[in-house]
C-alpha cells in the first residue's frame, strides 16, 4: 500500500508560482508512474501532468504546456510540480496520483494511490 501526501498548495496572485510536492511512504514509487490532476468546483477531476518511473518521460495537459513541470526524486520518494505563471482558471483542488505501472498516463481511472489533495486558489 502506498500513500500520498501532497503539499505546496496556497493562495497565489496570477503570474506567481507554486510549487507541489507528493511524499509517498509505505513502499518505494521508484518502479511507478506518477501523475497530477485537478478538480475545480462543479468540474470532473482532470489531467495535469504524468511521468515516468525514471524521470524520462513527461507528458502535460495542453492548458498548462510551458507552465507546469512534472519532475521526482526517486531517492526522496518524492514527486513535484512546479506551476509558473499561474492563471485564475489554475484554481483547483491538486491531487498526486501513482500508477503501479512505470508507465506514464493521462487516464484518471488507472491510477491506483491517490493522495487528499491540495488547495490551489489564484486570485486575479
Known amino acids: 500500500q502506498v500513500q500520498l501526501v501532497e503539499s505546496g498548495g496556497g493562495l497565489v496572485q496570477a503570474g506567481g508560482s507554486l510549487r507541489l510536492s507528493c511524499a509517498a511512504s509505505g513502499r518505494t514509487i521508484s518502479s511507478y508512474a506518477m501523475g497530477w490532476f485537478r478538480q475545480a468546483p462543479g468540474k470532473e477531476r482532470e489531467f495535469v501532468s504524468t511521468i515516468s518511473w525514471s524521470g524520462g518521460t513527461a507528458y502535460y495537459a495542453d492548458s498548462v504546456k510551458g507552465r507546469f513541470t512534472i519532475s521526482r526524486d526517486n531517492a526522496k520518494n518524492t514527486v513535484y510540480l512546479q506551476m509558473n505563471s499561474l492563471k485564475p482558471e489554475d484554481t483547483a483542488v491538486y491531487y498526486c496520483?501513482?500508477?503501479?505501472?512505470?508507465?506514464?498516463?493521462?487516464?484518471?481511472?488507472?491510477?491506483?494511490?491517490w493522495g487528499q489533495g491540495t488547495q490551489v486558489t489564484v486570485s486575479s
Open positions: 496520483a501513482a500508477r503501479r505501472s512505470p508507465l506514464p498516463t493521462m487516464t484518471v481511472t488507472v491510477y491506483d494511490y
